[in-house]
DNA sequence: CCTTTAATTAGAAATATGTCTAAATATCTA
DNA sequence: TAGATATTTAGACATATTTCTAATTAAAGG
């Protein structure tokens, strides 16, 4: 689990909005720049920052790269979240 | 809740650092700086970065700043991830 | 094959961030 | 009040981030 790379990616509002975005099922590159003013390269970037941090998966279908939340990943940034504020439970592993 | 400046401050792994060490009690400003190689002065900055997220809250004692872990937060960060992982709820206020 | 469409990579430019030293502010104590 | 200690603020500088346009890669379909 890339803890850096977590925090890292989900300091942007743009991917925070994308990591929503597919919250209602995979969508391709395409579809989700339609919901951006900026330009696909600057998505692509965003991309691979959500891709770095393995919040989102990718595979090609096509023409396209059909991108889907990696909703297992939620539970690291949780308990990430959670050490943060909580203090050292016992058992911890 | 600032959103934007929460992310923000998770994102610096100084910064996580600084909350975990309040986690175990409020500390001075100079107490945590011990805890780090780099000046006062950059650490006042990622305090003042802490407090605009009100993540941190700072109290005068004498010549000490004393800060400590604003917990009543993190149930707003804790619920800002689960917004970005899990579909929109029935009965969202 | 060649063209079109989808997306990423490369490279450049502007802005933001993290760090430093020096100076300023606040409090304590002799 | 003056000096010492604790901390923040100001200003500078290097690095990182975000965005762009142009070029590249990959697949589809005539």
């Given at each position: 689990?890339?803890?850096?790379?977590?925090?890292?990616?989900?300091?942007?509002?743009?991917?925070?909005?994308?990591?929503?975005?597919?919250?209602?099922?995979?969508?391709?590159?395409?579809?989700?720049?339609?919901?951006?003013?900026?330009?696909?390269?600057?998505?692509?970037?965003?991309?691979?920052?959500l891709k770095a941090a393995e919040l989102v998966r990718t595979?090609?279908?096509?023409?396209?790269?059909?991108?889907?939340?990696?909703?297992?990943?939620?539970?690291?940034?949780?308990?990430?979240?959670?050490?943060?504020?909580?203090?050292?439970?016992?058992?911890?592993?």
């Amino acid at each position: 689990m890339k803890q850096q790379a977590i925090f890292k990616a989900l300091a942007d509002p743009s991917r925070r909005r994308i990591l929503k975005l597919l919250r209602g099922g995979s969508k391709t590159a395409g579809e989700l720049a339609d919901a951006f003013d900026f330009s696909a390269a600057s998505l692509s970037h965003h991309f691979a920052v959500l891709k770095a941090a393995e919040l989102v998966r990718t595979e090609r279908r096509g023409q396209y790269i059909v991108y889907s939340l990696n909703t297992s990943v939620f539970e690291d940034v949780s308990s990430l979240v959670m050490e943060l504020f909580t203090t050292r439970e016992v058992g911890k592993k």
